[in-house]
């Protein structure tokens, strides 16, 4: 547990700082992982080709949550093109924990549903 | 229930013994506490011994070979499946399939006597609580033929509602196909009655046993079934074998479902013509190890007796529903003791299954989260996912003690 | 051929050393010769240590699962899934269904993209050398759809008669289904060129792989297969397992066959969305523990090199193939040694097969008696039964000598 | 082998008593082993309620073969009441050896070639 819920992921699903909805945005984009119910959905304000704003909501487990919240301080202040960069890897050392497969997916659902959304899947 | 009646039902020790992973540990000093023996059980050295030697000292191809190895392998094999006739009391082995698992059992029914016997319009009747195994089959055959799905309600304590049994039967179903023991809630119906009730209306009856069969005494004949499937692997015995029992008459008259060798009685290049039952639904080479170690398990599971395997497991529910239930913010589902099993899904107030069971993981104990293949009940009760804790003949009302107070902790964690 | 450069190839003596059951006597003082490995192998020690050592150390369910043993057991799943795949060329490990056999994997593809995909009066073309696992499948499918089956013939010396194929082909069949070595005569197709000039004709191509994967180096993208279905068994592994590849885009696109858990996305009562590949062909529990011990025969195949293995053979067909034959009143059942492996049909004169096999396993040579599944190659030779000795990478050239001295013995008892 | 082809057995096979056709019979029954090709035919001559002659012709293996010559051996001079008794049991231990499962289908052609017969399956 001290590997898995480690303070930040705990912290981040108990007090997220990017959870709520945009009252204007560019691109928005959900996705779920049907087996468990876990769901995302995420907003992006772009600007001059960059993000200034972006946040997510959803529900879940403590991973796909805290994840989302963690992946969006990356992503706010970057260029669109950088965001399209970030990788799996990236995430997974950013949350900073070993995941088993089925963790994994959790993990990942917010950059799915970034990706879809800043490769045009969103409106 | 306490702790030392449920044990004067079970010399759960000794039984313990004989399960090689039990003495595992998950981490260094992080002993296995397994509680997902509804997802498969684990195999006590008896069963992986007859496996094992089958391959070292008789492994042959079954059926055609004259020489010792083929004679004793075939033999084997036959042997295993009289064991599994006698076990739920058929009437003979050859009213024993051997397929890969319940899921196939019931695909089989669906596909060889649903479509030679279903036509549009006509009703299968299940219920709410059925595990995917028994709902996909049906609402293929649904899309393919047109037939009609209805089905039994749960009631909110995770029972069948019986009382909306007639007035359903009264829609004249051809086949009324029912889980002898749900995953989730650990409810076993009462499969006697609904099959008298069934047969009165002029259905067939097929039970699910994928649960029922591993944790209490089955009698076919004198249940009234006439379609029964269920796995190997969740009654000590290894992956890659499963069981469909049917009634001779109904298999004698059903079409074949796979082709291939052995369920020929001669081929020629346009034509063919298909050998007896049970082989005409045995096509290409058996699970033959797999078979064999089945009946191990069987042996096994005898030599401690249904009946006592049965009144343990309601023993250890009396025992766990209550002190599951004193934990703040859980909810079980399933929370009648009548007619149940030790199998217990629950959720707890704003922590999310995965995470209840990765916590637990944490202390070794192993249960599982999500749906369990039973998305429609998880969805009647309003939660995506559970977590799920099942106990076998190898559990301790001592490890129930730990997974309560392992709950706690996830408590506190996420509190 | 002699014997010193048969075994130069191969050091069969260590590999024996890996086999249990071939220290195994018949009666006491018999050794076993097993001449059978056609019907199904014999299984190595480290193929047996990783299928115990998974059921007493990580049994679980896969895919579902939070806790360790369930993400050990859903890895190791899966690393024999990506083990197959690279084993057979694949491009990537969801192009393998594990299914129960061979015969199901033709099945699976009769079912799900045969009734997808033809309709009445479309042609499948097989040929005459095939097992009845790549027949029946079809004639079901032509009794119920209308389709049409044509056959490329099978020339005097158990070949196929390729001149025969572009006729064939020119009557557009929808899929050419072929089998990659015949379990009778030991002919191996050349199935690049048939696959070349099928999918000239806009033809699909499935190749029964259950003799030819265990036997010669396979790689799907290079010869152009679309489909493919063997069996573990033969391979070194466990019974209970096989594997169905198709091509990714042949998958996805294709209906699920068999309905259950684990095949789904999501479930309703009356509805359901399919898995992605491969899971989608996946229903129920897989043969888990089955798939991981192919995984292990994969590894020690590879470690051999299939090659080699296929070079062994050759080597021993040319051994054995010209010492049969002057055995008198022996006649075998496909005497090319172009493409073939070490697989001998025969019939000897007046006397039955059985009694062949009877008086070999007096000697503790295992032979297999009948059709072997390949009842109309039979007809077409005039025989109903033959004898067949099949040899694998543990059998040795001395083995050979014993077969045929036992041949002269069976002579003498019947002459 | 001293086991399973007795001299008896491999006598018979080789030198059958009763192959061969009657010219007039009444009772004519033939199946076969659709898997290793095993055929029989049996003709028996029935008066007063005995079999007073019977042949057998056939092909297959030397167990299918010498259990039917053994067999007729039984069956002539007998009662068609006694023949109707005639079990599995009483015929294997004539033929005096033990059989595996192939083998022993092998071996009870010829009886239930015989039995079919007897209850008026032939003509
Ligand atoms: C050429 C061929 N195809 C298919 C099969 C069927 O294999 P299985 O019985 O494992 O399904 C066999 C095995 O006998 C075979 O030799
Ligand atoms: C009630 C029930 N039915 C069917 C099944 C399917 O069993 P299998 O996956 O072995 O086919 C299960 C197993 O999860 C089950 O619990």
């Keep these: 547990m001290e590997d898995l819920y480690r303070e930040q992921i705990l912290d981040r699903y108990k007090a997220p700082r990017h959870r709520g909805h945009l009252e204007d945005y560019d691109i928005a984009y959900e996705d779920d992982n049907p087996t468990c119910g876990d769901h995302i959905r995420i907003e992006l304000k772009v600007q001059d080709g960059r993000v200034v704003d972006a946040r997510f909501d959803g529900q879940g487990c403590a991973i796909s949550q805290a994840s989302a919240d963690l992946l969006l301080d990356e992503v706010i202040g970057k260029p669109i093109e950088e965001v399209k960069q970030i990788s799996k890897d990236d995430l997974l050392e950013i949350l900073g924990i070993t995941l088993g497969p089925v963790r994994l997916k959790c993990a990942l659902l917010s950059l799915k549903v970034l990706k879809a959304g800043v490769y045009g899947l969103g409106a | ?415």
């Design chain 2, 1 to 415: 229930m306490s702790e030392p009646d449920c044990l004067s039902i079970l010399d759960v020790p000794r039984i313990r013994a004989d399960f090689p992973v039990l003495g595992r540990e998950v981490r260094p000093g992080v002993p296995l506490v397994y509680l997902d023996s509804t997802a498969t059980s684990q195999k006590p050295k008896q069963v992986l011994d007859v496996l094992t030697n089958f391959y070292r000292a008789h492994n042959a191809n079954v059926h055609r070979g004259i020489y010792t190895l083929a004679e004793e392998a075939t033999a084997a094999y036959e042997e295993a499946r009289a064991k599994v006739a006698a076990f739920i009391g058929a009437s003979s082995p050859e009213e024993i399939v051997f397929v890969r698992n319940a899921t196939e059992a019931i695909n089989l029914v669906a596909y060889s006597w649903g479509r030679a016997n279903l036509k549009e319009g006509d009703l299968v009747l299940l219920t709410e609580l059925e595990h995917h195994a028994n709902l996909v089959p049906w609402q293929m055959l649904a899309a393919e033929r047109g037939i009609r799905l209805e089905f039994v309600p749960v009631t909110p304590d995770g029972a069948l509602d019986m009382e909306a049994l007639p007035e359903l039967l009264a829609l004249e179903p051809k086949l009324v196909a029912v889980s002898g023991m749900s995953n989730v809630t650990g409810f076993q119906p009462d499969v006697k009655s609904i099959a008298r009730a069934a047969h009165d209306a002029g259905a067939l009856v097929l039970v699910d046993g994928a649960q029922l069969v591993p944790h209490a005494p089955v009698d076919v004949q004198e249940l009234g079934v006439d379609f029964l499937g269920f796995s190997s692997h969740k009654m000590l015995g290894p992956t890659g074998v499963g069981v469909l029992y049917a009634r001779r008459d109904l298999l004698e008259a059903m079409p074949p479902f796979l082709g291939g060798g052995d369920m020929i009685r001669w081929v020629k290049l346009r034509e063919f013509a298909t050998n007896d039952i049970p082989y005409k639904f045995e096509a290409g080479t058996p699970p033959i190890a797999e078979a064999v170690a089945l009946g191990a398990a069987v042996d096994y599971l005898r030599s401690i007796g249904m009946e006592k395997i049965h009144a343990y497991e309601q023993a250890l529910a009396e025992y766990v529903l209550p002190r599951l239930q004193e934990v703040p913010g859980l909810h079980v589902l399933g929370t009648t003791l009548e007619r149940r099993g030790a199998v217990f899904s629950f959720w707890m107030d704003d922590i999310h299954a995965h995470d209840v069971s990765q916590v637990l993981d944490y202390y070794g104990i192993a249960v599982r989260a999500g749906h369990h293949c039973a998305q429609p009940l998880h969805t009647k009760f309003g939660v995506t996912a559970t977590a799920r804790a099942s106990f076998y003949i190898y559990n301790t009302p001592d490890e129930a003690d730990r997974l309560i107070a392992a709950l706690y902790k996830v408590k506190e964690k996420f509190g």
